[in-house]
């Protein structure tokens, strides 16, 4: 809902919504589509005894996600478990941390910010952005324990940063365009905040600007 909420009176945009499973299934093909904003929430797979599949991104959402951003895509995601799922292992070439490194064009730093507060890097397309926070439990969404620790990796940049150190959010322009952040963009507190970092993403992924 606040993904489609912070896209109003953006022009020229048409929504719509699925969930994980349609895409990973089948029923909803990515390429079908200009730009993919994907909220992969705050789920990770932490216990491989535990009987519930929590995996930030499957190897068939990987590979989907690949594809479509190997044929141009525009991709918009954010999570705040996603690069720690991916990346927190000893193997930095494992398919996984292949696919952050490669196609998220971040690396994983660290599991947790130590703050729930993220201002601009002062580079495009967050330049002028006013600072913003996201929900330490108390807000209307859901507690953010976790936020990752971003670095770009070379021909990305570092584009938000979080108060306390690091990076928050990643942007990689090319023949395909990327915008991730290390925490939830639902959880931003503020919906005016959240409606100027998505003009900003939606404007600079589809167009350029």
Same mark, same amino acid.
């Given at each position: 809902?606040?993904?489609?909420?912070?896209?109003?009176?953006?022009?020229?945009? !048409?929504?719509?919504?699925?969930?994980?499973?349609?895409?990973?299934?089948? %029923?909803?093909?990515?390429?079908?589509?200009?730009?993919?904003?994907?909220?992969?929430?705050?789920? /990770?797979?932490?216990?491989? !005894?535990?009987?519930?599949?929590?995996?930030?991104l499957n190897a068939s959402e990987r590979l989907l996600l690949e594809g479509y951003l190997a044929a141009g895509?525009?991709?918009?995601? !954010?999570?705040?478990?996603?690069?720690?799922?991916?990346?927190?292992?000893?193997?930095?070439?494992? /398919?996984?941390?292949?696919?952050?490194?490669?196609?998220?064009?971040?690396?994983?730093?660290?599991?947790?910010?130590?703050?729930?507060?993220?201002?601009?890097?002062?580079? /495009?397309?967050?330049?002028?952005?006013?600072?913003?926070?996201?929900?330490?439990?108390? /807000?209307?969404?859901?507690?953010?324990?976790?936020?990752?620790?971003?670095?770009?990796?070379p021909g990305a940049q570092r584009v938000l940063d979080y108060d306390s150190w690091g990076g928050a959010a990643?942007?990689?322009?090319?023949?395909?365009?990327?915008?991730?952040?290390?925490?939830?963009?639902?959880?931003? %507190?503020?919906?005016?905040?959240?409606?100027?970092?998505? %003009?900003?993403?939606?404007?600079?992924?589809?167009?350029? %600007?």
């Amino acid at each position: 809902m606040e993904h489609a909420q912070a896209l109003v009176g953006i022009p020229g945009l !048409s929504l719509d919504s699925a969930e994980r499973g349609a895409v990973d299934a089948g %029923r909803v093909a990515l390429t079908d589509y200009d730009l993919v904003l994907w909220a992969a929430g705050r789920q /990770a797979e932490v216990f491989a !005894s535990d009987p519930v599949d929590d995996t930030s991104l499957n190897a068939s959402e990987r590979l989907l996600l690949e594809g479509y951003l190997a044929a141009g895509g525009r991709l918009f995601l !954010s999570g705040a478990e996603v690069a720690y799922d991916l990346d927190r292992d000893a193997d930095p070439n494992d /398919a996984e941390s292949l696919f952050l490194n490669n196609w998220l064009h971040a690396s994983y730093v660290a599991d947790g910010a130590g703050t729930f507060g993220v201002h601009s890097a002062g580079v /495009a397309p967050f330049a002028g952005l006013a600072p913003l926070f996201f929900d330490d439990g108390t /807000a209307a969404s859901y507690a953010v324990e976790w936020p990752d620790v971003l670095a770009p990796v070379p021909g990305a940049q570092r584009v938000l940063d979080y108060d306390s150190w690091g990076g928050a959010a990643v942007f990689h322009g090319g023949t395909h365009r990327v915008i991730y952040l290390g925490f939830p963009f639902e959880t931003i %507190r503020s919906a005016t905040a959240r409606m100027e970092l998505m %003009r900003a993403a939606v404007l600079s992924l589809v167009s350029g %600007r």
